[in-house]
């Protein structure tokens, strides 16, 4: 925020014009040389009246400032008062867009009252205007050198210093701002927006309490205390402060916003109709994109589609807005769609998030090359990136490279030792090598993380057969099916993988939250017989059109959470794909538990 000299120059400019009219008033010119009549007298000062009057237009103000320069007696007028109306015209031929007039009158006013710094203020405000840092820092070093008690000096320098980054300096001089008037609002809210800015909000809420103290209906300091109360964890003082801003002022945007922020957790569908007023104030708001990641994570899928077509419609140039977009579209079965906004954001500003997204995608689809390329990519950018190294840890096995799945899962393990989905991955992995105890080892340290996850019981339960712990076995399986008892046939509804980052939010890069993580591959009981009888899996699915095309959704359960569940949408061809992965997935789990040759079918159909 730009503190302003103006009203500093008004005030010395009226005591000018009253200076005038004393001195015209006494003056014994006024009755021998400088007024033949009344008339002249009243017209000189009418005209510096207008010359000073702000609220005059621009033009207005030009013409009666230069009719008091050039007919006033100069030596009835005086240096100062001269000064003053050249200053007062400077600022008119600023107003109506004459730069060079206006420097020329500025610089005129600075000679002619070489004691004033009101003109090198001014002059620091229009190089300020003409983003002119480094002038405009040495015209308000000049005035402060003339008057070092200036509050206003301090305040526009403070900002010009904030505008250069040299934040401590800033606040020194608003603070000297203070000192010198504390009555001095500007200071105190430029003062306060920068320890916001440093993230100090405690001072920030004390200086913005003495500007609603002084100015009660001053609804951007209301704004700011909000902010400054909600960064220190104060939520009900911000929410209480948020809605005194929209009292005072219906019209600003961003305090709706701000109250749908806090109630988003709590309340969303009032959270919804805030985003929504705020929206509707602004078009551009930025609460149009929360209002849509809101409608993804409520499930509300086509209507997060709208609100990021309206986003990207306000700037084709939002890289994040096609990856959130691109999530919304996966979400609902769109998987080309979504690669396809996943590559538009990539083009537009590679990210981690979107690298990520498309690379599951394609391995959704069973592209494995498309898919590792993008994994190494994400990689590039953030080597100590979980999700993408879990992608590619998935993928490589879903290509058989074992060696290099195991090793990625290591390391996601390393980097994020909570990650019982790593454990899970690389126990079968183990499994799959036949090293027995290892994978016993990995699917422990996955249930002691989560102990609620039935198919990695029952993995476990396998690996302890084979290590000889047949009680363990046994424990494990009856625990397994206690939690599911269709994980010996439904599983294999779960063989392909697919995660997908949460949207990003555009201030920051978003904390990793997975839609639909990577599932674990389930298998068969150990008492299954050699010969059993074709198992058939049914899944109820839904049957919807997307682009005139058929696709066919289901309700899954999202790994690692007993509560969450998703909708995957599937066309016939991948509906078919999957058919194909289940029953090799099948055979995998025949040759972990030594069962018979199970022949499993899913079916995707319209549900009653």
Not at 29 to 41: H, I, L, R, T, V
């Amino acid at each position: 925020m730009q503190a302003q000299c103006l009203p500093s120059v008004a005030r010395a400019a009226l005591l000018a014009l009253v200076s005038v009219a004393i001195q015209l008033s006494s003056s014994s010119a006024y009755a021998q040389g400088f007024a033949a009549n009344a008339s002249d007298y009243e017209l000189a000062k009418k005209n510096l009246a207008a010359c000073f009057d702000e609220s005059q237009p621009p033009s207005s103000r030009i013409d009666t400032c230069t009719f008091a320069i050039e007919r006033v007696d100069r030596a009835l007028l005086g240096l100062p008062a001269l000064a003053k109306t050249y200053l007062a015209r400077g600022q008119a031929f600023q107003q109506s867009g004459d730069d060079q007039a206006a420097l020329k009158d500025f610089s005129v006013a600075a000679k002619q009252d070489r004691r004033s710094d009101l003109p090198w203020i001014a002059l620091g405000n229009f190089y300020t205007a003409k983003s002119d840092h480094p002038n405009a820092l040495e015209a308000y070093d000049h005035a402060l050198q003339i008057n070092g008690k200036d509050p206003v000096a301090y305040d526009d320098r403070g900002s010009e210093l904030e505008v250069l980054g040299r934040r401590d300096d800033a606040i020194a001089d608003f603070t000297q701002a203070i000192v010198l008037d504390p009555h001095d609002t500007v200071a105190y809210f430029n003062r306060a927006t920068l320890y916001l800015a440093s993230d100090r909000p405690e001072p920030a809420i004390a200086d913005l309490t003495e500007v609603i103290r002084a100015e009660p209906r001053h609804a951007r300091a209301y704004y700011d205390r909000g902010k400054a109360y909600e960064r220190g964890g104060e939520l009900d003082k911000a929410l209480e402060d948020y809605r005194s801003t929209v009292r005072i002022d219906p019209s600003f945007a961003p305090a709706y916003a701000a109250i749908g922020g806090l109630l988003e957790a709590k309340d969303p569908d009032a959270a919804l109709s805030e985003f929504t007023a705020a929206i509707q104030r602004d078009p551009r708001s930025p609460a149009l994109r929360t209002r849509a990641l809101l409608y993804l994570s409520l499930g509300r899928t086509e209507q997060a589609l709208t609100d990021f077509d309206q986003v990207i419609a306000n700037d084709h140039s939002d890289g994040i807005a096609y990856a959130d977009r691109g999530v919304a579209k996966a979400k609902r079965g769109d998987l080309e769609g979504a690669i396809g906004d996943y590559s538009r954001s990539i083009e537009l500003a590679p990210t981690v998030a979107a690298y990520v997204n498309r690379g599951n995608a394609y391995a959704y689809q069973h592209h494995a090359g498309e898919a590792l390329a993008d994994f190494d990519s994400a990689l590039q950018i953030d080597a100590q990136n979980v999700l993408a190294r879990l992608g590619r840890a998935n993928a490589n096995y879903a290509s058989k490279h074992l060696a290099e799945s195991l090793e990625d899962y290591t390391r996601v393990i390393d980097l994020d030792p909570s990650n019982a989905v790593a454990y899970f991955k690389r126990g079968n992995i183990h499994f799959d090598q036949r090293a027995f105890a290892a994978a016993f080892a990995d699917y422990s340290a996955s249930l002691k993380l989560d102990p609620h996850q039935p198919v990695v019981l029952f993995d476990r339960s396998l690996a302890a057969e084979h290590i000889g712990r047949a009680e363990d076995a046994e424990k494990d399986r009856r625990q397994a099916l206690k939690l599911d008892a269709t994980v010996a046939t439904t599983a294999a509804s779960a063989a392909l993988q697919s995660t997908f980052v949460a949207p990003q939010m555009a201030s920051a890069p978003p904390a990793p939250i997975t839609f639909a993580p990577a599932r674990a591959e389930p298998a068969a009981p150990t008492s299954a017989p050699t010969e059993a009888p074709a198992a058939e899996v049914t899944i109820r699915a839904r049957r919807v059109v997307v682009n005139g095309e058929e696709r066919f959704c289901r309700i899954e359960p999202v790994l690692g959470s007993r509560i969450l569940k998703q909708e995957v949408c599937l066309t016939q061809a991948q509906l078919q794909a999957e058919q194909q992965g289940a029953q090799q997935l099948f055979q995998d789990i025949q040759r972990r538990s030594g069962t018979g040759q199970q022949k499993p079918m899913i079916s995707g159909g319209m549900a009653p």
